[in-house]
């Protein structure tokens, strides 16, 4: 599985357009996603103090467009090693390879320190 985080809107969104897209797609050409040991470090790096997120398990053999496995993108961040390689993916999201979508709710401190169950 890898994991993509968005607001609850935007996965709405995707349910009525019958696929998932994100801004990246537009400027930077991809989705980014993560592993589950990533995940967390992204989370506190990008979305602290969102209080609107769901996290996307993907099945990888499920997603059509093409699935790239690529250093870090965009600017640097904590935790974040440009040695580590993220899944990023050249299309829009099919959303038959939605496995599961969970609720992510952050800590009283506005960051994460576990995955939802």
Known sequence: MILHITSKQDWADAQVNGEYTAPSLVSEGFIHC???????????????G??????????EDRIKPEVKW????????????????????YGPINLDAVASVLDFPPDADGGWSSLPV
């Open 50 to 59: 969102r209080t609107d997120l769901v996290v996307l398990n993907l099945a």
């Open 70 to 89: 690529e250093a870090p993108a965009g600017p640097p961040a904590e935790n974040i090693s440009e040695a580590d390689l993220f899944p990023h993916v």
């Open 34 to 48: 993560s592993t589950e040991k990533q995940i967390l470090n992204v989370a506190n790096a990008f979305y602290r």
